[in-house]
């Protein structure tokens, strides 16, 4: 059973910066990602990291300003969040695909199998 937990979301001006946190109980790697749901809007794919070689996908309206990361010893992943926007604000959530490897399918919600329960970030203007 894998399990995902969310930590380090907050409320911050725009122009700020946040660190996100998802702790995983992976017995296996899995292609791993970080997706956001604002209200009324469907959830999307914000960026994703192969466990292997660490190859990094981002969403094009975070590029530049997102990075994600993972320490595979405590098995942590990491979203860097920097110049914050109001249109960032959004549940952000954790997740683990069935897959070893990403790939251009990563955006994809439906072969994730694990997710988290979330973590909420709110900027303000």
């Known amino acids: 059973q894998v399990q995902l937990v969310e930590s380090g979301g907050d409320s911050v001006q725009a122009g700020g910066s946040l660190r996100l946190s998802c702790a995983a109980s992976?017995?296996?790697?899995?292609?791993m990602a970080w997706f956001r749901q604002a209200p009324g809007k469907e959830r999307e794919g914000v960026a994703a990291?192969?466990?292997?070689?660490?190859?990094?996908y981002y969403g094009d309206s975070v590029k530049g300003r997102f990075t994600i990361s993972q320490d595979n010893a405590k098995n942590t992943l990491y979203l860097q969040m920097n110049s914050l926007k109001p249109e960032d604000t959004g549940t952000y959530y954790c997740?683990?695909?069935?897959?070893?490897?990403?790939?251009?399918?990563?955006?994809?919600?439906?072969?994730?199998?694990?997710w988290g329960q979330g973590t909420q970030v709110t900027v303000s203007s």
């Open positions: 990291i192969s466990p292997y070689g660490g190859s990094t």
């Open positions: 992976i017995a296996r790697r899995y292609c």
């Open positions: 997740a683990a695909a069935w897959a070893s490897v990403c790939g251009s399918w990563w955006p994809r919600r439906e072969v994730y199998g694990y």
